[in-house]
C-alpha cells in the first residue's frame, strides 16, 4: 500500500526554522513528483516546492524562492522540505503529495494533479 507520512511541524518563532520530512512506504521514489503543498485556513491549498526523481530537477513557488529547500535521500525513501527564514504568512498544514509524473509548473497551481497525499502537519510561525 502506497503511504505518505509528513513529519516535523511545530510552533516556531519568526526567523527561526523546521525541517519538514516525507517518509514513503509501499514504493520507491522513482519517476514520480513529490511535492510540498501548504493550506491555511480560509485559503486554497497551493503548492510551495516540487522535487522530480526522474530529471532531478527542483521548482519553488515566488513566495518561498531562497528561504526553502526540498531535497530527498534515497536510502530513506524520503523527501524533506527545510523551511528557513520563517514568516507568520508561513502558517499553515503542509502536506506531502507524490504522482508518477514529472513535476508540473508553476508548482502555486500544482495541486489538483496529484494523487496520493500525506496526512499533513500544523506548521505555525508566530512571537
Known amino acids: 500500500q502506497l503511504q505518505l507520512v509528513e513529519s516535523g511541524g511545530g510552533l516556531v518563532q519568526p526567523g527561526g526554522s523546521l525541517r519538514l520530512s516525507c517518509a514513503a512506504s509501499?514504493?520507491?521514489?522513482?519517476?514520480?513528483?513529490i511535492g510540498w503543498f501548504r493550506q491555511a485556513p480560509g485559503k486554497e491549498r497551493e503548492g510551495v516546492s516540487c522535487?522530480?526523481?526522474?530529471?532531478?530537477?527542483?521548482y519553488y513557488a515566488d513566495s518561498v524562492k531562497g528561504r526553502f529547500t526540498i531535497s530527498r535521500d534515497n536510502a530513506k525513501n524520503t523527501v524533506y522540505l527545510q523551511m528557513n527564514s520563517l514568516k507568520p504568512e508561513d502558517t499553515a498544514v503542509y502536506y506531502c503529495?507524490?504522482?508518477?509524473?514529472?513535476?508540473?509548473?508553476?508548482?502555486?497551481?500544482?495541486?489538483?494533479?496529484?494523487?496520493?497525499w500525506g496526512q499533513g502537519t500544523q506548521v505555525t510561525v508566530s512571537s
Open positions: 503529495a507524490a504522482d508518477r509524473r514529472l513535476c508540473m509548473v508553476p508548482v502555486k497551481y500544482s495541486a489538483y494533479v496529484y494523487h496520493y
Open positions: 522535487l522530480s526523481t526522474t530529471d532531478g530537477n527542483v
Open positions: 509501499g514504493f520507491t521514489l522513482d519517476y514520480y513528483a
